[in-house]
């Protein structure tokens, strides 16, 4: 073993972390179900992370902030080069965190105040404009014999979204997306200083963006949520930082819509799979919130999150010191045995489904998550209503995002009216 893991006990199943390929998706639940029955934890030679396979485990970690620190979740695996970091300085690029790499009581300040705009009552607000963003993209889709569902409606779709949110009219959602996608392979993937250098540029841009709309809203405040956040603020910076104010509007512009995109190709790339589970929801949409609770845990999108020991801790019967990196595979528990019955079948009446830690858990758990099911829903309704006949086109290879922590498909296509 090497760096800070060096003095830790041995890990339990020889060799185990050496086929442990964490930046590769593709064959990644065979790969857990083969080795969750007997190892609950084991070590990751390729990342210098223990890897933590069980939600019995995995939930105590995130649920215990003296124990546990956030702050390693969103530095990035492979670190920027100095001139990266230099160039990112100059353009301004004042990026902090605010919410999903924060500790108490910096979190606890933060979320309090996010929280009164991001919640299920204001989301609900919002459902008959994110139903019409989707029969609009249905309407363009209905000529065709044969659609890419991530290219059609999956990609803008949850940016369009969160553009609701922010109260922004006249922008390209496209280059939000473009935006977040970089953002997560330069955080979570393994880049190469070229491409690093290339996307310090995109970065600093979206920074920008960022942080005139928030100036915009200081001149011209509205309902929004940098509004919002403005008025709650009121000046005092003990409440809320501008700086910090800014890092919220920036990082809801990337997971305001890039776990949405991939948990919308996860749960219809499922359902296409499973046809007969397809079928149900046509003939039965009273079974469509669960079915959305089903596709989260059979296929999350964030399938890894990342904390840092504080001090010397306990995980799966084994000691580990302080600075003890930790990656909680939620994939992994969300298959757990000990949780679920049969738990690589995909069954859309499942009794527990949303017993799945798809959006965390503790402290951490994810604000947008009433959102993300929200816009589930309404796809999956939308749409068994206008193809109910749809199918999987055979024998196409899906691309999955090669990341660290999340996963989706590039593309799904489609015959709509097989």
Known sequence: MTGSNAQQPQC???GLGDNHQPFTQEGMYDFFASVRPEARVFYSPEI????VTHQSDIKPILQDSEKYSATIATKPVCPWPQSVRDYLDDRNFRNESVQVACDPPKHTRIRHIAARFLNIRQFSFYENQLRELVRGYINQMADKEEADLVEEIFYEFPAQAVFLLLGVTDFDPRKIKEWGDLR?????GRPSDEELQEAAVDIADFWDFSSALVDARVQDPGEDYPSVLLKLRDGDDEKLTMNELRNLVFGLQLAGHETTTNAAGNLFHALMQHPDQWRKLVEDPSLIPNAVEEGLRYASSVVAWRRIAKQEVEVAGKTFPAGTKFLLSLASGNRDEEVFNEPET?????ENPRRHIAFGNGLHACLGAPLARLELRILL???????????LIPDQDISWTETLSFRGP????VRLNA
């Open 184 to 188: 997560i392979r330069t955080i979570f």
């Open 12 to 14: 339990p199943m020889h």
């Open 381 to 391: 309704e939308e749409l068994t209503r206008r193809f109910p006949r749809m199918e």
């Open 410 to 413: 590039s593309a799904l296509r």
């Open 48 to 51: 210098d992370y223990w890897v």
């Open 346 to 350: 995909f069954d859309v009446t499942r």
